[in-house]
C-alpha cells in the first residue's frame, strides 16, 4: 500500500512531466510536505482522509494567523493534489471538492514611475563593460516592452525572437506558448546586444541558444540573478522601496492600461488565465481617475 508520502512524490513528478513552473512545484511540495506531517500524527489510508479532516488541517493554519494569500495557496495545492488522486483512480471522492474559501487580499501592486524607470536604466547601465551594459539594457527593455515574466526572459533563446514581426515566442506557465509584441526600443536594444556578442541570427546553431548568459561561462543567466541585478540597481537609483522583475511586469501593464489600452489585451500578453487576475491593474488606473476627478472637478 502507498504511504502518503509517495502519492505526493508521485503529483510533483506528474507537475514536472506537465512543465510546470519550479516556483510552483516548489510551493506544491512545500505545502503538501507540511499536511503530511499533519497527517503522519493519526494515520490513515489515503482513501479515508475525508473533509473532516481536511477542514481539521485548515483549522490548525488558520490558528497561525496566516496571511490570506499564504492560506489560499495552501488550499489550491491540496485541491490539485486530490484531484490528480481522482485522476489517477487513488481515491472515489474528492474531501476538497466543497472547501469554502476566503476572499483574497485585493492588493495594489507595486510599479514604478515613468521617471523610476529612467533611473533603473541607467543604473542597469551603469558598468564598464559593454557587453555587461548591452546585456542588461536589452532586458530591462524587453522586459519592460513584453510584461513577460522573470523566469520566461531567462529561459528565451535567440530563436524565440521574431525581429521582423518584433514579437517574442514565450512559454508560459503550464507550458502554454504565446506571442508577445516588443516595442522598437526593446527590439534595437537586442539585436545590438546580440551582435555584440557575437550571435550569428542566419545561423541555426545560433537560434538555440539563450539571449540572456553571464559573462565568463555564457550560462543562461537565472531568475535569481536577474532578481539581484535589479534590486541592486534600484537601491543605486534611490528608489525606497522593494524592487523586484516582477515589478517591472506591474509597470508595463499598469502604464498600458494609464494609455487606453483595454483590459482583454493586457489579460493576452501577460498570459493570464483569468480576467479577475488582470483587474488588479484597473484599481490603480481607477484610483488614479478618482484622484483626477477630486482636483478637477468643481462638484467631486
Not at 495594489?108 to 533611473?119: G, R, S, V
Not at 543567466?221 to 517591472?248: F, N, Y
Request: hydrophobic share 35%; proline share 4%.
Amino acid at each position: 500500500m502507498k504511504k502518503l508520502e509517495d502519492h505526493i512524490t508521485a503529483f510533483l513528478r506528474n507537475l514536472r512531466e506537465r512543465h510546470m513552473s519550479p516556483a510552483t512545484i516548489r510551493a506544491y511540495s512545500i505545502d503538501l510536505d507540511e499536511f503530511c506531517r499533519f497527517m503522519n500524527r493519526k494515520p490513515v489510508k489515503i482513501s479515508e482522509i475525508d473533509r473532516t479532516i481536511i477542514r481539521s488541517y485548515l483549522t490548525t493554519l488558520k490558528s497561525r494567523a496566516l496571511k490570506s494569500a499564504s492560506f489560499l495557496r495552501k488550499i489550491s495545492s491540496l485541491r490539485s493534489f486530490f484531484k490528480y488522486l481522482m485522476r489517477t483512480e487513488e481515491i472515489t471522492q474528492n474531501p476538497c471538492l466543497t472547501l469554502g474559501t476566503p476572499r483574497r487580499e485585493a492588493k495594489i501592486p507595486n510599479f514604478l514611475t515613468p521617471k523610476e524607470l529612467e533611473h533603473l536604466i541607467q543604473e542597469l547601465c551603469t558598468s564598464k563593460k559593454p557587453e555587461m551594459v548591452a546585456r542588461n539594457r536589452a532586458w530591462i527593455e524587453l522586459v519592460y516592452s513584453s510584461g513577460i515574466r522573470v523566469s520566461e526572459s531567462s529561459q528565451l533563446d535567440v530563436g524565440n525572437v521574431d525581429f521582423w514581426n518584433k514579437t517574442i515566442t514565450v512559454i508560459g506557465k503550464g507550458n502554454k506558448e504565446r506571442i508577445v509584441p516588443i516595442g522598437t526600443p526593446g527590439i534595437r536594444a537586442l539585436r545590438d546586444y546580440l551582435k555584440l556578442k557575437g550571435n550569428d541570427l542566419s545561423s541555426q546553431a545560433s537560434l538555440k541558444q539563450p539571449i540572456f548568459t553571464n559573462l565568463k561561462e555564457r550560462k543562461r543567466l537565472s531568475p535569481r540573478a536577474l532578481h539581484r541585478m535589479v534590486a541592486e540597481a534600484a537601491t543605486k537609483a534611490g528608489i525606497q522601496r522593494t524592487i523586484s522583475p516582477h515589478v517591472i511586469r506591474h509597470t508595463f501593464a499598469t502604464h498600458l492600461l494609464d494609455a487606453g489600452c483595454d483590459l482583454r489585451s493586457v489579460q493576452e500578453m501577460l498570459g493570464h488565465k483569468n480576467l479577475s487576475t488582470t483587474q488588479i491593474y484597473a484599481h490603480v488606473t481607477g484610483e488614479r481617475l478618482k484622484k483626477a476627478y477630486g482636483k478637477s472637478h468643481p462638484r467631486s
